[in-house]
């Protein structure tokens, strides 16, 4: 569950101008299958629905908006859910891609040590 503004705000923080306000929603998020997105490198879509008409907004990400909203959210995540998400991608690695991406942190961790 989740909310969005009803209008575009041209601020960072905060909801914006006081006739402004936040709609109720509930988000979901799905791989898009348009032509659409795949002309334009898009990997992601956000979808914002109002509860109470229907009404949507979405947001497509490309590959890179979608690793700095990733890389963001994941550091304001507490550990418990760090952890879950952690299990969860590692468990849908293969074998070899999950050996490939533990080697490279251990190498990376080992080169830390050495050097500090």
Known sequence: MGFITNQ????VEGIGPAR?????????????RSDFSRERGLVMR??????????QHVVHFDSDDLLSF???AVKEVGPELRAQLVSRILGELSDEELVSALD????RRCSRRAAG
Do not use: M
Not at 46 to 54: D, F, I, P, Q, Y
């Open 8 to 11: 575009w705000v041209n601020v």
């Open 20 to 32: 402004s306000t936040v709609a109720h929603v509930t988000l979901g998020a799905s791989r898009p």
């Open 46 to 55: 956000l979808v914002a629905r109002k509860t109470a008409s229907g009404e």
């Open 70 to 72: 990733l890389e963001c």
């Open 104 to 107: 490279g942190q251990v190498s």
